[in-house]
């Protein structure tokens, strides 16, 4: 096992692609849609062709993370989207949930270092005229960004204006803790691009705490685990003054930001810090459309936030 | 205070929970408690103590760890294992052990409700698909947004998604998992002691 913990962006990916595999997530594109446009978005003005594939399904492993099944399916589900990349496209793939990124690249491991796994696996993708051979490349899309940190700054059109911008970085991209592309501890890369766009990154305590909601919690532990939690987390961005909150995980989005209602209720807070993905945020400072951004899904409204960057009311 | 028996405990209690071998070394665990101390659940619940765990586990207790509702307070974070100094991953023990506890007839009201919406994904070929409410929601949000009304994903990988969950016996495992048989939790820790629930 390559045991270096910190790659840079060009160590870990190379050069910039011309094309790749977008591969969509649940949450991403139901409860917030508007995180796979906006980072469809980002990339075609960053010049990659995106492509996306009515053929793939779920990647299928949160529920399997919430142990809801053992692993065997999602073993399957993983060869048969991957070997349908790799007949069609032969490209990369990119996810943009934390999730979906944790579980398929521990299923791809698995596969490609188990030969009974990859085996049983091809023999029920088989039957579709599927082979998964691992020919292609796994990452998630805030590696991208932050090796394109330069051609993002250069986009901006739209400056944050000093906006406070608290990160929240989530648990399973930096829970790999090899070979990523910053220091899992303390990173700073999603800082790095608040400030390439013009806001102010905030570094409050909580920064790098979960959002609660992991392995099914949110399900089942609302009161005695993911409340008092976030509670901690969003009271500690609050003592700092953080205006907007961004997430690599539309998982967390989920949980950070429809939670506080309800929070609010118990007597927390309130809080009122909406909750975006890092590439809605990146697509509001390059100039895509508000409108395709989709920010009418979240529950803390980005009122106060668009005006800031200069955008009144009705954006 | 609930009694142990000697039946209670299993000198190859370890052996048997890493049953799809994604823990591996659990026996080179320190006990130093790095895990415990950044442990954001521990934080807010003192009887859950990941340390305490592994150490029952190697010592072999089956009552302390699949009887207890403690495995289930987890949210796979992975600060445990990102604060390791040995590599163990906690998070892979924490998913074997709620296997073993569901194997053991305990814990399933804690996965039933996360299945309901993977059933629901065998019509659609993805997850977390919202109810008619919810979905007229999604549509109107999606539609105003000027993308197509709900994410499209072909009959062909439908079917496909659904055979792989029927072809390895997933759906009828899922189908197994039902509340009213649960066995109830007996034990939880409470301070470093063992306490009936
Ligand atoms: S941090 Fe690692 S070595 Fe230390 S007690 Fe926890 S599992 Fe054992
Ligand atoms: S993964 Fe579980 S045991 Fe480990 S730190 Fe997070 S909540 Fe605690």
Not at chain 1, 16 to 34: A, M, N, Q
Not at chain 1, 114 to 129: E, L
Not at chain 2, 7 to 25: E, M, T
Not at chain 2, 86 to 101: G, K, N, P, Y
Request: aromatic letters at 10%.
């Amino acid at each position: 096992m390559n045991k270096t913990k910190v790659l840079t962006p060009q160590e870990r990916i190379g050069k910039k692609p011309d094309k790749l595999f977008l591969f969509r997530s649940c949450t991403g594109s139901i409860g917030y849609p508007g995180t796979e446009s906006a980072v469809r978005e980002v990339l075609i003005k960053l010049g990659i062709d995106v492509i996306t594939d009515p053929d793939q399904t779920c990647c299928s492993g949160a529920v399997a993370g919430y142990s809801g099944y053992p692993p065997e399916a999602s073993l399957a589900v993983t060869a048969r989207n991957f070997a349908m990349v790799e007949k069609k496209y032969d490209a990369d793939t990119y996810c943009f949930c934390n999730g979906c990124f944790v579980h398929i690249s521990h299923y791809m491991h698995d596969l490609q270092t188990d030969p009974d796994k990859m085996a049983n696996a091809n023999a029920i993708i088989n039957q579709w005229g599927y082979d998964y051979k691992a020919r292609n490349n796994f990452y998630h899309v805030q590696e991208l960004y932050y090796l394109l940190l330069d051609e993002i700054r250069a986009l901006v059109v739209r400056p944050l204006n000093g906006l406070r911008v608290g990160c929240h970085y989530g648990c399973a991209y930096l829970l790999k803790k090899y070979g990523i592309v910053d220091d899992h501890e303390l990173p700073t890369f999603h800082e790095q691009i608040i400030t390439a766009l013009g806001g102010v990154p905030v570094f409050y305590k909580e920064r790098r705490s979960c959002c609660g909601s992991g392995a099914g919690r949110g399900f089942t532990h609302k009161e005695s685990v993911v409340h008092p939690h976030l509670v901690r987390k969003l009271d500690s961005a609050k003592e700092e003054g953080v205006q907007l909150m961004t997430t690599v995980c539309p998982g967390c989005n989920m949980a950070l930001d429809a939670e506080q209602p309800v929070l609010a209720a118990q007597g927390y807070g309130p809080y009122d810090i909406p909750v975006i993905d890092l590439a809605q945020l990146i697509g509001l400072a390059i100039g895509v459309d508000p409108k395709i951004l989709g920010f009418t899904a979240n529950t803390v409204s980005l009122q106060g936030v668009l005006e800031q960057v200069g955008l009144g009311k009705g954006a | 205070m609930s009694r142990e028996y000697d039946r209670d405990w299993d000198p190859d209690l370890y052996k048997k929970i890493d049953k799809y071998n994604s823990v591996k070394n659990l026996e080179q665990c320190l006990q130093c408690g790095k895990c415990t101390g950044n442990c954001p659940v521990a934080a807010i619940t003192p009887s859950y103590n990941p340390r305490a765990i592994i150490n029952d586990i190697l010592a072999g207790s089956t009552a302390r760890i699949l009887d207890s509702d403690e495995i289930w307070r987890c949210m796979k974070c992975g600060t445990c294992y990102r604060g390791c100094p040995v590599d163990i991953s906690f998070t892979s023990l924490i998913l074997e052990l709620r296997f073993a506890a569901l194997e053991s007839g305990h814990g399933q009201k804690y996965v039933v409700p996360a299945n309901k919406f993977v059933f629901r994904s065998m019509e659609y070929g993805i997850n977390f698909v919202p109810g008619k409410r919810g979905m007229e929601r999604v549509m109107k949000l999606r539609s105003d947004m000027g993308v197509e009304p709900f994410p499209k994903v072909t009959p062909e990988a439908i079917e496909q998604f659904k055979a792989i969950f029927e072809q390895t016996q997933t759906l009828r495992y899922m189908e197994k998992l039902k509340t009213d048989t649960e066995k109830p939790l007996r034990l939880s820790y409470a301070e470093g002691r063992i306490v009936n629930e």
